[in-house]
Every structure is written in C-alpha cells, then in structure tokens.
C-alpha cells in the first residue's frame, strides 16, 4: 500500500495562469476525492468519482475548475485564469466502495497552491 | 442548508481524558467519521460510526446519536502527540459528497 500520492506538492504560479494537479490513488480504491483546503478549516468537497464517471461536482466550483479521471485510475484537477482566491491546499483522498458500509477515505499530502 | 458544527479549540493535560462534542444537520445521513490532521499533514482516518453507540479503538472512542445529530469524539491517555486538528465529517444520503466540520485544534500539555 503505497497510499495516495499528489504531485507537485508545491505550486507558485501568477494570477491568470492555468494550473494542473495530479492524483494517484491507492491502486484497488475505485473512488476518488478532490477537496480544497484553507488554514483554520476543514476540508471542502469539490468532486468525486467512481472509477473513470465524475458522479459530483460541488456547486462551488467554478467553471475555471475542470477533473478528470480518465482510465479510472489516476485524476488531475485543471485550474484555469487563476484568481488569488484560489489560493489553498488541494487534497486528493480515494477508498474503496462495498464491503457493507461505507469506507473511509485516505488522504494524499496534497498540493499547496500560492497565487501571487 | 448542511452544516457541522464542533468547537475551535480546546486544551487538555498529558495523561487526561477529553471530549471533542460535533453537531449536525445534514441532507440526509449515511455515516459519521473523524479524522486526525496534523499541522501541514494530510488528514489521517480515525473512527467511522453509522449507527447509535459507543465504537472503541484503542485510547480512541466516538459516540453516535443519530436523533440528537450529534457525536463525540473521546481520547484518553492523552499524550503530546495528539495536539492535532480532529475533524468530524459526515456524509449525506443520495450520494458520496462527505461535509467536513472546520476541526477542533486540540492543544496538550505537560
């Protein structure tokens, strides 16, 4: 179990520029979580999938967001016209569904987004 | 409207027992979880209830009571490496959204 990994950890990019991330879930995990993160809260739902399908999408979310999933292993999370606001931690979490009550999802250590 | 509500911080001694109290009114209920996150860390799983009742897992124990909308975390045996973040997350019916609570920072001391 190698756990959920994100890349890059980092990312300082100026305002206006487009942004990528991605997520590689633990390999037998057939869902999978973006969340965003600001200092002092909890995580916010941003969209989930169950294997390659994009099941739902916080109505948060802008149109400038965009997630794929498209083998239903990996995702990326697209950010386009960056804003300051967009500044925060992206975490990525997966599970597995079945088993007769619902499984907890695991975290990967996210990506740090700074906008300047 | 959905919304969890938990305290934003509390502060306890090394060797004592605490309570970190969750309230929540959601769309529906499909399971309670809390998770430890550590600063700068991902959050880390720790308890899972779906129905009524005490669950125990070592030196951790949450309590659920659907009716009441309302969870507990206790941690006992408290040592310098719980001062962390505990989130309290509850996922609606009708589909896998979880809503997170914004964590209560739980400070121990000597």
């Known amino acids: 179990d190698t756990g959920v990994s994100q890349n890059p950890r980092h990312k300082i990019t100026k305002r206006g520029q487009n942004v990528t991330f991605r997520c590689d879930p633990i390999s037998e995990h057939n869902r999978l979580y973006w969340y965003r993160q600001t200092l002092g809260q909890g995580p916010e739902f941003l969209t989930y999938?169950?294997?390659?399908?994009?099941?739902?999408k916080s109505r948060l979310l802008s149109d400038r967001f965009s997630a794929e999933r498209p083998k239903g292993s990996f995702s990326t999370l697209e950010i386009q016209r960056t804003e300051q606001g967009d500044s925060a931690m992206y975490l990525c979490?997966?599970?597995?569904?079945?088993?007769?009550?619902?499984?907890?999802?695991?975290f990967g250590d996210g990506t740090r987004l700074s906008i300047l | 409207g959905q919304n969890i509500d938990q305290p934003t911080e509390m502060t306890a001694t090394e060797g004592a027992i605490v309570q970190i109290n969750c309230t929540y009114q959601t769309s529906g209920f499909n399971g309670l979880f809390w998770y430890q996150q550590h600063a700068g860390e991902a959050p880390t799983f720790l308890s899972y209830?779906?129905?009524?009742g005490l669950e125990e897992k070592g030196r951790f124990s949450s309590f659920l009571s659907r009716s009441k909308g309302y969870s507990y975390l206790l941690l006992k045996e408290l040592q310098m490496k719980d001062s962390a973040s505990y989130l309290c997350a509850v996922r609606g019916s009708g589909g896998f959204k979880t809503i997170f609570g914004a964590g209560t920072r739980l400070f121990v001391k000597a």
């Open positions: 209830n779906v129905l009524d």
């Open positions: 979490a997966s599970s597995l569904s079945g088993g007769g009550f619902d499984q907890p999802q695991h």
């Open positions: 999938f169950q294997n390659e399908a994009q099941l739902e």
